[in-house]
């Protein structure tokens, strides 16, 4: 079992960055897939973009290709989401999520984060 927490979100204006963190406890982090997915009010939960479990392949959603970039250092148990050029429809709870494959699929992941609110204002 893996226990996942995200920080490093807030408010931040168009055109600017941020950068998410998520922080796994247990010492298999590097058996474990990652996914990075938000949530917008009244909106289902959608992928943003996953990292196989070396670090060697990431694959995005189309909205967010170019823009963000998910990296991970297996040293230190944590996955990162940086996002650059922030738009107001990137708004929303993100969620960091570990399976045992890669996938864009939200019911394939086991484990969950509690999210981090991102909120870019135009």
């Known amino acids: 079992q893996v226990q996942l927490v995200e920080s490093g979100g807030g408010l931040v204006q168009a055109g600017g960055s941020l950068r998410l963190s998520c922080t796994a406890s247990g010492r298999t982090f590097s058996s474990y897939a990652m996914g990075w997915f938000r949530q917008a009010p009244g909106k289902e939960r959608e992928f943003v973009g996953g990292?196989?479990?070396?670090?060697?392949?990431?694959y995005y959603a189309d909205s967010v290709k170019g823009r963000f970039s998910i990296s991970r250092d297996n040293a230190k148990n944590t996955v990162y989401l940086q996002m650059n050029s922030l738009k107001s429809e990137d708004t929303a709870v993100y969620y960091c999520a570990a399976n045992f494959q890669s996938s864009h699929r939200t019911r394939e992941y086991d484990y969950w984060g509690q999210g981090t609110q991102v909120t870019v204002s135009s």
């Open positions: 990292i196989s479990r070396s670090g060697g392949i990431t």
